[in-house]
Nanobody
Framework: QVQLVESGGGLVQPGGSLKLSCVAR????????MAWFRQAPGKEREFVTS????????SYVDSVKGRFTISRDNAKNTINLEMTNLETEDTAVYYC?????????????????WGQGTQVTVSS
């Protein structure tokens, strides 16, 4: 059974920073690409960023490039999302996700496991 547990969400002012973490309670963590998605109120869930199984490859949605950084620690079964210069438009529930494959070039239908989500609110 795959279990993904996110932490680190909260309330931050515009321009501030937050770090999200996801611990994956799964076997063979290093065999799978991982990703973050987010869902804002009234909107569909969208891809934010992904990282390949080795950590060598990453992908980002255009709106977060240069502000968000994804990383992973395969020894600790953990991925992190460092978010800087946060904008009100970044307000959403952020979900950790596992892909069936190793590549960071993720397609949504390759996601086979989701975390419960963590709320990020950017507001003054």
């Amino acid at each position: 059974q795959v279990q993904l547990v996110e932490s680190g969400g909260g309330l931050v002012q515009p321009g501030g920073s937050l770090k999200l973490s996801c611990v994956a309670r799964i076997d063979s963590f290093r065999s799978y690409a991982m990703a973050w998605f987010r869902q804002a109120p009234g909107k569909e869930r969208e891809f934010v960023t992904s990282i390949s199984c080795s950590g060598a490859g990453t992908s980002y949605v255009d709106s977060v490039k240069g502000r968000f950084t994804i990383s992973r620690d395969n020894a600790k079964n953990t991925i992190n999302l460092e978010m800087t210069n946060l904008e009100t438009e970044d307000t959403a529930v952020y979900y950790c996700a596992r892909s069936r494959y190793c590549t960071n070039a993720i397609q949504s239908d390759w996601i086979d496991s989701w975390g419960q989500g963590t709320q990020v609110t950017v507001s003054s």
